[in-house]
């Protein structure tokens, strides 16, 4: 389990972002290259392992610090922390950890997609634990803080390869985000294929599939536990995707860097501030290359003040 609230993990992310008034996500990138100059030791090769990872993993607890009680979520990236082996999983942890001390949910950008024993072993590892992992209440120890309420998954191999996850959803009241429609240049080679004999496109019937997964998980805030990812650089895909997925939560990449506008993300929600996140990573973690007059706290602390007031302008009336 990823808390020991009753709540589904659709409630808790609307509850999280009426508090905050503010439906973004900071994802949590380390890139090594532009982490700011006290923690050059990351991406000093000559450094060891352990000195690496924690350099990496205090940079990311300091932006935690900043984004507590400003956003509703985080997002970890788990290959940027995998890169330094068991070091890696242990500072992935810790932020983890330290996120939800800080009352942010977290969502495990982990992309997994496997079928049968294989997809729940993962499933386990996010989201709920070792199986009979529980105490006698059945309820998880705070050991397992370090656990996602939310994670990233890959549909690719069909119906078999997400079910796991379901069912750990469902016990743990946790959360998922299926691929549908990503940002990433090449997407179109596969996701806007049209399926022979209709007018639909994969990313359709994807979606299609993530709206059936979803109906038996939808909480009392009305929207499902089971979300997609759909690329806010496909602004009028989303608008066709969003009416496919009524009552699915997005996660909306492209915000920022990669060119998506306020205006662009509109499409994603259908209730105010609620109905999707707008992840931002870059523009978030590394604003203090842009403000070099600031501190890099406070440059993200702007960012994060900057990008909330964009969104509520864009959705609020």
């Not at 590892?125 to 309420?149: I, Q, W």
């Not at 929207?223 to 989303?238: N, R």
């Not at 496919?244 to 990449?253: A, D, E, I, N, Y």
Request: hydrophobic share 40%.
């Amino acid at each position: 389990m990823t808390s020991t609230s009753a709540a589904t993990y659709a409630d808790r992310l609307h509850a999280a972002v009426e508090r905050t008034q503010n439906p973004s996500v900071i994802g949590l990138d380390p890139h090594l290259a532009l982490l700011p100059d006290e923690f050059a030791v990351a991406r000093d090769s000559g450094a060891g392992r352990s000195d690496r990872a924690g350099a990496m993993r205090d940079f990311l607890l300091g932006i935690v610090e900043v984004a507590a009680g400003k956003v509703p979520a985080v997002k970890p990236q788990s290959a940027f922390f995998e890169v330094f082996g068991a070091d890696g999983v242990a500072a992935f942890e810790d932020v983890v950890a330290a996120s939800k001390d800080a009352g942010l949910l977290v969502i495990g950008d982990v992309k997994r997609g496997d079928i049968g024993s294989t997809a729940a072993a993962y499933a386990e590892s996010f989201l709920t634990g070792p199986a009979g992992d529980v105490d006698e209440t059945g309820t998880a120890p705070s050991a397992r803080r370090h656990l996602c309420d939310a994670a990233t998954v890959n549909p690719y191999l069909g119906s078999d390869s997400i079910t796991p996850f379901l069912d750990a959803c469902e016990g743990a009241r946790a959360g998922l985000y299926v691929l549908v429609r990503t940002s990433n240049p090449s997407s179109a080679e596969f996701q806007t294929l049209a399926v022979e004999g209709s007018g639909d496109r994969l990313a359709d019937r994807v979606a299609d599939a993530v709206h059936g997964w979803g109906a038996a998980q939808i909480g009392e805030s009305g929207w499902s536990s089971i979300g997609a990812v759909v690329g806010a650089t496909h602004p009028d895909e989303l608008q066709r995707l969003r009416r496919r997925m009524p009552r699915t939560p997005l996660l909306l990449p492209g915000y920022g860097a990669q060119g998506a506008s306020a205006e662009d993300i509109r499409g994603g929600f259908s209730d105010g501030l609620h109905g999707a996140l707008v992840n931002s990573s870059r523009g978030i973690l590394y604003a203090g290359r842009q403000r070099p007059d600031l501190h890099w706290k406070d440059a993200a602390a702007e960012a994060i003040d900057g990008m909330a007031k964009e969104l509520r302008d864009a959705l609020l009336p």
